[in-house]
């Protein structure tokens, strides 16, 4: 909707520039960074490792590198406060925003206050408020926080709600995932900025500064790849978690549609429910998006979120290691269309010899083309013309920013889809469900078990991060938004410019294979974190997860093999 009050007089860069001295200000000033280093840190390659630790005392390093699991035993036996735990991560994301710019809303003060009465409440009761008691967390800036604004990165929508003044909702209205999260004793501390936007700018990977962080939800994989919090929360449509947690190193979980609830979050395209907008969780571990999943379930969401799914966590859903060798996964090296660069190959390998070597089967995964999901994706997502999104920029005339250059036409919103046209999308997206899922069951008669492979293996993206404006297939990560299936991102590896080089025997798939194999550079994506999709039946988080959890012991146990070998050469 059209804010009717728009702020004509000021300039959205005078908006915008007071806008992010207003977020610095709520940093305390002994946590501020020298000039020097923040200078210094934009010629970095890399701002991981030894360079951001060297900028943290010990104890702040320390508890900043605990997991969820470890933060909760600490607290529970009374050997850290909430508050301390807090302190420190809220430190170390001050840090981290000042080297990279990835935090539009930043909550420190609020977030402090919440950790000081969760351990008031342990002094009294000697317990922990709930399973996630004093952790601390990042959301994307879709989620609304009391006492926060929610701009999702609009100029336009500084200090009013979702584009609207003169409400009694802004900085005083909260979505139902954050009441989820304050019940289970969880401490937002902050929220994080869509990739590219015209208040903070771009937003690049913090392996390899000369690579994107990827998209949308770049900041919170950005927090999470050093360490800002505990965890966070990002959204996704067409891959928005799942690629930016690829290209910087950390576990994702995309659940199905109705898992976790997104009641009261901002956003574009809200009528469009047929291929919603769901909620995804980074981490460092398998064993954080479990404890996060497990514990947002165990409030019941829908029993105050229609469109939450009333499903419960479900134990018996789980697999366990003690299942070897009567495991089957599907194994997709390409799609037919476009093929990995080199480290992903190189990392898909790696997953392929080491499920083999742990004794589990694996079947080739060719099922209906990713082609046919590009037909069907944007149209749904985009079949409106993005009317919300042109209207969110004329609020402050600011520009689209270059990663949506095309959405719009002579400057106008493109002409919508009619309502026929988009029922017919909408019946063939129900026909590649169906053609998919036929696919998925005759598995059985190849996999060695007697059953459907469990789940699929697959690319995140062709790349491992990629060079600004050099992305040119998403279908790996659309097409799984168009069946509704939950995917967990695992990292395997990193590009090693020594050994991922074009086989000079390479023969392009298609015409963007060839030009997605052209951009490829060793030097340029060296350093950058590569991964892999493990893909789940719908609404089939539970399994997805503890089958992640088998290939990660999987992988690391090969790797320590690796490691052994090359030790002793």
Known sequence: MTNPIQDSVQPWQEIAAKKRQAEQSKIPPEWILPTSVVEGAKHRRSLTGPFLESLLDPKTSRITAMDVAALIQHMGSGTLTAVAVVRSFCKRAAMIHQLTRNMLEIGFDIALGRAKELDDYFHQHRRLVGPLHGIPMTLKDQFHIKGLETSMAFVGWIATFEGLRSTDKERNFESELVREFHLLGAVPIGKSPETSNNILGYLWNPHNQLLTAGGSSGGEAVMQALRGSAFGIGTDIG???????????????????????????????????????????????????????????????????????????????????????????????H???????????????MVKITLREAGYNLVDWNPPSNRESLEIHGKIARGDGC????????????????????????????????????????????????????????????????????????????????LPKQFFHAEYTTSINVLDYPAVVIPVTFVDQNLDKIDPSFVPLSETDRINMDAYDPAAYHGAPVAVQLVGQRLGEERLLSLAQIV???LDKYKERAAVVSANK
């Open 552 to 554: 990660v012991d999987a």
């Open 239 to 333: 891959g928005s978690v799942s690629m930016p947690a690829s290209y910087n190193g950390v576990f994702s979980l995309k659940p199905s549609t109705g898992r976790i609830s997104m009641k009261g979050v901002a956003g574009v395209g809200q009528g469009q429910q047929v291929m919603p907008v769901v909620a995804g969780i980074m981490g460092v571990s398998i064993a954080t998006l479990r404890a996060v999943l497990e514990s947002l379930l165990s409030t019941e969401p829908w029993l105050r979120d229609p469109y939450a799914v009333p499903l419960p966590w479900r134990e018996a859903e789980e697999y366990h290691a003690d299942t070897h060798g009567s495991l089957a996964f599907g194994f997709m090296e």
């Open 387 to 466: 009317v919300d999104v042109w209207d969110a920029l004329q609020l402050s005339g600011e520009p689209e920013v270059p990663e949506i250059d095309g959405l719009f036409e002579s400057g106008l919103p493109r002409k919508p889809l009619s309502l026929a046209e988009y029922q017919d999308v909408v019946i063939h997206m129900k026909d590649y469900r169906n053609r998919y899922q036929e696919y998925w069951m005759s598995t059985a008669e190849k996999s060695g078990t007697g059953r459907p492979v469990e789940a699929f293996i697959s690319p995140v993206t062709p790349t491992a991060a990629h």
């Open 335 to 349: 799609d037919g269309i476009v093929t990995p660069h080199p480290p992903v190959q190189r990392a898909l390998k």
